[in-house]
């Protein structure tokens, strides 16, 4: 597990939890979880590769598209919901971060930093819809149709009254460098939140 | 070794055995059972551990012969060889495969075919009903005579998958896998609806005899025949029928008349056909009651998730876009209850033309779905497979 927001993740995930991934990909987090903190729980996802990639490392995986939201789970079914990477390709974020906090009592959050420093420049000075790393699509063909920034999802956050655990930033393979910490919004790549509804 | 003229990825020549039991067995009907024989194929060789087991449970109109070839002149292999043989997703060269025919069948188990030793005659319209788990029961006593004392899984598809779900409640302990193929955790209305035009067709057929044809030297081949093709338009899906028939003619004009004229007409009755005159007339009747007695849920208020309250085995449930039987919303039921309940399980929707006869057929997602976690049941089970 390279990723950043992964190995970040990795570390606040309690012992033995029920845990939900929305968006799984081939379950590389849930069988790492499963192996160092023997959670138990749920991938989902879309994806006919990252679905079979699942089946053979022994991850539960429910084809399920995430627009049609998890009615199929229950309130509270789980200690914590899992989403990297997929917040911004969802039609409606906000609707799912309700769904995701009614299904649990904690959330993790990953998403691409619009407002990162790179995509800034590739903007201001080339133009262009910023290509990277972490956006690697071009304007006509990305998934992700509701891009934002470390700002706008604290924002969201605010103003549905939810609490932030935690928050990080990520650049490339490695975690926050210092100049992330203070300028999460310029500096981070990856924006990794650890969202509650209620103060525990 | 594979004799000439077989294709190399086949399982090759096979050859049914018989087991007799002489334990009575108590159905769900009330009735007993005194003795009973069971026929049924092995695929591969049961290791020293004997946990390399597999059970293949059928479908309504299935049997025993799910892969391989009875002989070289056989045109046709077992109903399952796309899925079952060196290779495939169930990998003969890892897992013993153990393929039977259902209490009630027509291909050797006992059934209304056979003689009852009480009145020296065959049981005919007398054959106690059976059901799923009176099935289950049976399967689990041919387990014990092969020395199986849990299998790797438990696969089926449509009324076999029901049939797994039931090995999971009934015999926890004793499956360590659960595959659900294009089933279904209860038949809806419009299921038991299509079973009844079924079995009226044979019941009404003046040749029916209240199920005593056999004593009239005949058998009831319009009713089962009509029965089938009906089944069969259950089976496939609109666009598959379309597909494959459209509105083609089987000569160039309309004959006004009612012989065959579209091409879907003649595929249907060249179905029933060959069915009517294979498939014994009891037997159908029994195997769509047992469809539509099953319901796991329904001891329990109707709660599915507490149904399985008492399955520990991880599920795969697989579905297919276009089967409008069984459709996916009906393994999303049982994929739900299994949430609910807190099961290990897995779901897999197959995007395929093919309706419900989709279980039945190769298709490359499909196997790799179906080989990717057979291939993890192995490697959990130390059979070999990816790591």
Not at chain 2, 200 to 223: C, K, M, N, V
């Given at each position: 597990?390279?990723?950043?927001?992964?190995?970040?993740?990795?570390?606040?995930?309690?012992?033995?939890?029920?845990?939900?991934?929305?968006?799984?990909?081939?379950?590389?987090?849930?069988?790492?979880l499963?192996?160092?903190?023997?959670?138990?729980?749920?991938?989902?996802?879309?994806?006919?590769?990252?679905?079979?990639a699942?089946?053979?490392?022994?991850?539960?995986?429910?084809?399920?598209?995430?627009?049609?939201?998890?009615?199929?789970?229950?309130?509270?079914?789980?200690?914590?919901?899992?989403?990297?990477?997929?917040?911004?390709?969802?039609?409606?974020?906000?609707?799912?971060?309700?769904?995701?906090?009614?299904?649990?009592g904690?959330?993790?959050?990953?998403?691409?930093?619009?407002?990162?420093?790179?995509?800034?420049?590739?903007?201001?000075?080339?133009?262009?819809?910023?290509?990277?790393?972490?956006?690697?699509?071009?304007?006509?063909?990305?998934?992700?149709?509701?891009?934002?920034?470390?700002?706008?999802?604290?924002?969201?956050?605010?103003?549905?009254?939810?609490?932030?655990?935690?928050?990080?930033?990520?650049?490339?393979?490695?975690?926050g460098?210092?100049?992330?910490?203070?300028?999460?919004?310029?500096?981070?790549?990856?924006?990794?939140?650890?969202?509650?509804?209620?103060?525990? | 070794?594979?004799?000439?003229?077989?294709?190399?990825?086949?399982i090759?020549?096979?050859?049914?055995?018989t087991?007799?039991?002489?334990?009575?067995?108590?159905l769900?009907?009330?009735?007993?059972?005194?003795?009973?024989?069971?026929?049924?194929e092995?695929?591969?060789?049961?290791?020293?551990?004997r946990?390399?087991?597999?059970?293949?449970?059928?479908?309504?109109?299935?049997?025993?012969?799910?892969?391989?070839?009875?002989?070289?002149?056989?045109?046709?292999?077992?109903w399952?060889?796309?899925?079952?043989?060196?290779?495939?997703?169930?990998?003969?060269?890892?897992?013993?495969?153990?393929?039977?025919?259902?209490?009630?069948?027509?291909?050797?188990?006992?059934?209304?075919?056979?003689?009852?030793?009480?009145t020296?005659?065959?049981?005919?319209?007398?054959?106690?009903?059976?059901?799923?788990?009176?099935?289950?029961?049976?399967?689990?006593?041919?387990a014990?005579?092969?020395?199986?004392?849990?299998?790797?899984?438990?696969?089926?598809?449509?009324?076999?998958?029901m049939q797994?779900?039931?090995?999971?409640?009934?015999?926890?302990?004793?499956?360590?896998?659960?595959?659900?193929?294009?089933?279904?955790?209860?038949?809806?209305?419009?299921?038991?609806?299509?079973?009844?035009?079924?079995?009226?067709?044979?019941?009404?057929?003046?040749?029916?005899?209240?199920?005593?044809?056999?004593?009239?030297?005949?058998?009831?081949?319009?009713?089962?025949?009509?029965?089938?093709?009906?089944?069969?338009?259950?089976?496939?899906?609109?666009?598959?029928?379309?597909?494959?028939?459209?509105?083609?003619?089987?000569?160039?004009?309309?004959?006004?008349?009612?012989?065959?004229?579209?091409?879907?007409?003649?595929?249907?009755?060249?179905?029933?056909?060959?069915?009517?005159?294979?498939?014994?007339?009891?037997?159908?009747?029994?195997m769509?009651?047992?469809?539509?007695?099953?319901?796991?849920?329904?001891?329990?208020?109707?709660?599915?998730?507490r149904?399985?309250?008492?399955?520990?085995?991880p599920?795969?449930?697989?579905?297919?876009?276009?089967?409008?039987?069984?459709?996916?919303?009906?393994?999303?039921e049982?994929?739900?209850?299994?949430?609910?309940?807190?099961?290990?399980?897995?779901?897999?929707?197959?995007?395929?033309?093919?309706?419900?006869?989709?279980?039945?057929?190769?298709?490359?997602?499909?196997?790799?779905?179906?080989?990717?976690?057979?291939?993890?049941?192995?490697?959990?089970?130390?059979l070999?497979?990816?790591?």
């Amino acid at each position: 597990m390279k990723r950043a927001d992964l190995t970040l993740i990795h570390g606040w995930v309690p012992e033995g939890a029920h845990i939900l991934d929305l968006a799984c990909g081939n379950g590389t987090l849930l069988a790492a979880l499963a192996r160092d903190k023997h959670v138990s729980g749920y991938g989902l996802e879309i994806d006919p590769d990252g679905i079979t990639a699942c089946l053979q490392k022994g991850v539960n995986v429910i084809e399920q598209n995430l627009d049609e939201g998890l009615a199929n789970f229950e309130d509270d079914a789980c200690d914590l919901v899992i989403m990297t990477q997929a917040l911004q390709a969802l039609r409606r974020p906000d609707l799912m971060l309700d769904e995701m906090l009614r299904v649990a009592g904690e959330c993790i959050i990953t998403f691409p930093n619009f407002a990162y420093w790179r995509h800034r420049a590739y903007l201001g000075f080339k133009g262009f819809m910023p290509v990277s790393k972490s956006l690697p699509h071009a304007w006509y063909d990305t998934p992700n149709i509701h891009l934002s920034t470390f700002n706008d999802f604290e924002q969201l956050c605010r103003d549905k009254g939810l609490i932030i655990v935690d928050r990080a930033v990520g650049i490339g393979d490695h975690e926050g460098h210092w100049t992330s910490r203070w300028w999460p919004n310029l500096f981070g790549e990856i924006a990794i939140f650890r969202v509650s509804r209620h103060r525990d | 070794m594979i004799p000439d003229g077989l294709p190399s990825d086949s399982i090759g020549l096979v050859t049914p055995q018989t087991a007799h039991f002489d334990d009575p067995l108590a159905l769900a009907c009330g009735k007993t059972l005194p003795a009973y024989d069971l026929v049924f194929e092995t695929y591969g060789i049961l290791n020293a551990e004997r946990s390399n087991a597999v059970l293949i449970c059928h479908a309504l109109s299935g049997h025993h012969h799910a892969a391989g070839f009875h002989s070289l002149e056989e045109r046709k292999p077992g109903w399952w060889d796309a899925h079952i043989g060196p290779g495939k997703s169930i990998d003969t060269d890892r897992f013993f495969v153990v393929s039977l025919n259902n209490l009630g069948g027509c291909h050797g188990s006992t059934g209304p075919i056979s003689l009852n030793p009480d009145t020296s005659r065959q049981w005919g319209p007398e054959f106690p009903m059976v059901t799923v788990g009176d099935w289950v029961h049976s399967q689990a006593r041919l387990a014990e005579r092969l020395g199986i004392e849990r299998f790797a899984a438990v696969i089926g598809g449509s009324l076999g998958g029901m049939q797994v779900l039931q090995w999971a409640l009934a015999y926890p302990e004793r499956i360590a896998n659960a595959v659900v193929i294009a089933a279904t955790p209860k038949l809806s209305a419009q299921n038991i609806a299509f079973n009844e035009v079924a079995r009226q067709a044979i019941r009404s057929d003046p040749d029916f005899h209240a199920g005593w044809y056999y004593e009239h030297d005949t058998l009831p081949r319009r009713g089962l025949k009509l029965a089938r093709m009906v089944g069969h338009i259950t089976y496939l899906s609109a666009d598959a029928m379309g597909t494959k028939f459209g509105r083609d003619l089987r000569s160039d004009d309309f004959s006004f008349g009612y012989d065959v004229e579209f091409q879907v007409e003649s595929y249907l009755r060249y179905q029933g056909d060959t069915f009517s005159n294979s498939f014994d007339a009891n037997t159908y009747l029994l195997m769509t009651k047992a469809l539509d007695y099953f319901d796991p849920a329904a001891a329990h208020g109707g709660d599915l998730a507490r149904a399985l309250a008492p399955a520990y085995c991880p599920f795969l449930v697989v579905s297919f876009s276009t089967d409008w039987r069984f459709p996916p919303s009906r393994s999303k039921e049982l994929v739900n209850a299994l949430i609910q309940a807190n099961k290990a399980v897995s779901f897999v929707n197959i995007d395929s033309p093919h309706g419900h006869d989709a279980f039945l057929m190769p298709q490359p997602r499909y196997q790799a779905v179906f080989a990717g976690f057979m291939s993890r049941v192995a490697h959990d089970l130390n059979l070999g497979g990816p790591s």
